[in-house]
């Protein structure tokens, strides 16, 4: 494989649109595996949450398998930590918050992950402080702030849900830190499988516990709901794992990081097909929080 310098400029930004839609497209299909096309509640929050990890986890089953005598045991409690925290607790928190606010504000605060990525480095990690990336965080918080009060962000519950979302990417930050400290050398592939694999007993006795397989589920409606879940795990986790992966080493952390622009844009737009209230002010916010994450990733 030739280094990123030669690499087609086509295959690299073939990779990072295919990101940007699979991991933009999560959040709609965690809102249709809650609930059908006109807004008929199916599966449970925690039901989405448990497919969806469990899907990741049996699809990368096989690459675990192959990798088990390469690995490290020594690896294992980080990586299980990287997937509980990483994976596990997000996806939950996601799903509940989008039993209250729509799928395309959950795909707006996604964008703060690099941020809090940042913070939780400096409190937890002694990453050095620099002031073009507090100035950033500063930012992107004020952009956080604006989607919060933008028109119907605040109604009734919404605002307490909006903060599950924003926990969940203080969760994504931890996990970036730790595969950062602990996981270097280990393929994120590897990482993955193993920490999906791991989490597959606790998503069947969350899937058991919640009653799923009581339900009908040869019915339409739940068969629907079901299948948005695994797809959800199975594209939105098992293949955007490996096609990160590729970009990561086609075009290196940088490019591959950009994706973060991507995301929210693709939240929108399925928003919108949706038929989703979105109104300017959260756009706004948008545009902030994405130029104070622009604005941190510029420190050297």
Not at 54 to 68: D, K, N, R, T
């Amino acid at each position: 494989m030739s280094n990123t310098g030669h690499q087609s400029p086509f295959v690299k930004w073939g990779l990072f649109l295919l990101l940007s839609i699979i991991w933009g497209s999560s959040f709609i299909l965690m809102k249709r595996g809650m609930f059908t096309a006109n807004g008929s509640p199916t599966l449970n929050a925690f039901q989405v949450a448990a497919i969806r990890i469990l899907s990741a986890g049996i699809v990368l089953i096989p690459v675990a398998i192959q990798e088990w005598k390469k690995l490290d045991r020594s690896k294992l409690k980080p990586i299980f930590l990287s997937g509980f925290l990483g994976s596990f607790i997000p996806a939950f928190l996601f799903c509940l918050a989008e039993t209250r606010i729509n799928s395309s504000l959950a795909g707006f605060l996604n964008a703060l992950t690099p941020i809090f990525t940042i913070i939780v480095g400096i409190v937890f990690y002694q990453s050095p402080v620099q002031q073009k990336k507090l100035l950033g965080v500063a930012i992107a918080f004020s952009g956080m702030l604006i989607l919060f009060f933008a028109k119907s962000s605040l109604a009734g519950n919404s605002f307490s849900y909006s903060l599950l979302a924003v926990i969940a990417t203080v969760c994504y930050g931890f996990n970036v830190n730790i595969a950062h400290k602990y996981l270097q050398g280990i393929p994120s592939l590897t990482t993955a499988a193993f920490a999906f694999g791991m989490l597959i007993v606790p998503s069947l006795l969350v899937l058991y516990a919640t009653g799923y397989f009581a339900l009908p589920l040869h019915e339409e409606k739940f068969m629907l709901s079901t299948l948005s879940s695994s797809v959800l795990g199975i594209m939105g986790t098992a293949v955007a794992t490996v096609l990160f992966y590729i970009l990561l080493k086609r075009a290196g952390a940088l490019f591959a990081s950009m994706v973060t622009y991507g995301i929210p844009f693709i939240a929108l737009l399925w928003g919108l097909a949706d038929n989703e209230s979105i109104v300017p002010l959260q756009l706004l916010g948008l545009s902030v929080i994405l130029f104070g994450v622009y604005f941190s990733s510029r420190a050297k």
